[in-house]
């Protein structure tokens, strides 16, 4: 099925804005490729509130922020993972409010004890005051959020569930506008389709993804998520059949007419896939990295 997205989005920048009872989001001028309109920060809660994925450490924004959040008592800061477009601007709220940081940990923090360099856009400064695992309560005075642990598009990644309202905030795991990059070393596609599984099995009312508008049907929305990851997988089985083995082989014919912008990341998503197929021994290679030759088992 397709995915239904709503790329009509549209929301003022810099201003804060009541989206439902208890929920306020102030949107970071920080438009792009892989950020949609920009960063989505949410202010959850009445006196004191907390602050979910502040954004990024961009002067501007900061000063939006601050004037934002200058009448209000904040005692959480919830941060979703680790890419420079969610969490940076954490340091600067626990400083102007003395508010903990609470996050899954630092980037790529699954991954340490493997050895992998993380890729840039990770925030390789982020160190959370209160390490938060799948299953955590965090209350607030007026607020009570669920921490579920959703590796995939990080391995550090968090959804947090606002019992009022029934709403999960969902970060990059699902997104409302658009596909979830998930780019290898800390990205892992086995991971990621575990964690819409994960999701699926949920009764959230409402997603509201860091970037974009909310997804207010959530259940076909993450299985059209699934089906789409799956039918891409298919599609690179199929082209490695009609004889492509390098990635931007596979980019060429599984992503048609792709804007050229954008083909770094689908690179990254491909080797994703194929790391994934490696792992369940459907593919074989002459070494698992961006540059090697794939084929199908015995071929």
Not at 19 to 38: H, W
Not at 116 to 136: A, S
Not at 192 to 207: G, P
Request: charged share 25%.
């Amino acid at each position: 099925m397709p995915i239904p997205f709503n790329r009509d989005f549209s929301a003022p920048y810099e201003t804060v804005v009541p989206v439902a009872p208890g929920i306020r989001r102030l949107l970071a001028r920080n438009p792009g490729p892989f950020t949609f309109k920009g960063t989505g920060v949410a202010i959850i809660g009445h006196a004191p509130v907390a602050v979910i994925d502040p954004g990024p450490d961009d002067e501007a924004h900061l000063a939006a922020l601050r004037v934002a959040l200058e009448n209000e008592t904040v005692s959480h800061i919830l941060i979703t993972h680790t890419h420079r477009d969610h969490s940076p601007a954490a340091r600067h709220v626990r400083e102007w409010t003395g508010a903990k940081i609470y996050g899954y940990g630092p980037h790529a923090a699954a991954k340490a004890d493997e050895g992998i360099v993380v890729e840039e856009g990770g925030d390789r400064d982020f160190n959370p005051d209160v390490i938060v695992r799948d299953g955590d309560i965090i209350e607030g005075e007026s607020f009570t959020v669920a921490c579920v642990h959703t590796p995939g598009h990080t391995s550090n990644h968090v959804c947090y569930a606002l019992r009022e309202g029934n709403a999960l905030f969902t970060g990059d795991h699902v997104m409302g506008w658009s596909t979830t990059v998930v780019a290898p070393p800390d990205g892992d596609m086995r991971d990621y389709m575990n964690s819409l599984e994960k999701l699926l099995k949920r009764d959230d009312a409402i997603y509201w993804p860091t970037h974009g508008g909310p997804i207010r049907d959530p259940k076909p929305f993450v299985q059209a998520y699934i089906d789409h990851r799956r039918e891409r997988e298919e599609q690179i089985l199929a082209a490695l059949r009609d004889g492509a083995a390098t990635i931007p082989e596979l980019v060429m014919r599984v992503y048609v007419g792709l804007e050229p912008v954008l083909r770094p990341a689908a690179a990254l998503s491909v080797f994703a896939h194929l790391i994934k197929l490696a792992q369940e021994q459907r593919i074989a290679t002459d070494e698992l990295a961006l540059h090697g030759r794939f084929r199908l088992i015995g071929r």
